[in-house]
């Protein structure tokens, strides 16, 4: 919400100080390419605990379940 109070603020700044519509157009396009890029980096930012978390579980799983496999004898072979 609050990018979008930027985007209408930073227009009418820019009206008013008597910018051109087409200026004002790719500069409000050029503020808002900016505050989605830097909105993305905040959010994974904001979630990076939880990501490491989760790498850590998967990497935990996968050594597990590896070190089980190569304990155990396949069950498929046939014993003559």
Do not use: N, Q
Request: proline fraction near 4%.
């Amino acid at each position: 919400m609050i990018e979008f109070l930027f985007l209408i603020v930073f227009a009418v700044v820019l009206v008013f100080t008597g910018i051109s519509m087409l200026g004002v157009v790719l500069a409000v396009m050029a503020g808002f390419a900016i505050m989605a890029v830097a909105g993305m980096i905040g959010m994974v930012l904001k979630l990076l605990p939880w990501i490491i978390l989760i790498a850590v579980v998967v990497w935990f799983y996968r050594k597990r379940k590896a070190e089980s496999c190569h304990r155990t004898p396949p069950r498929y072979r046939r014993r003559y």
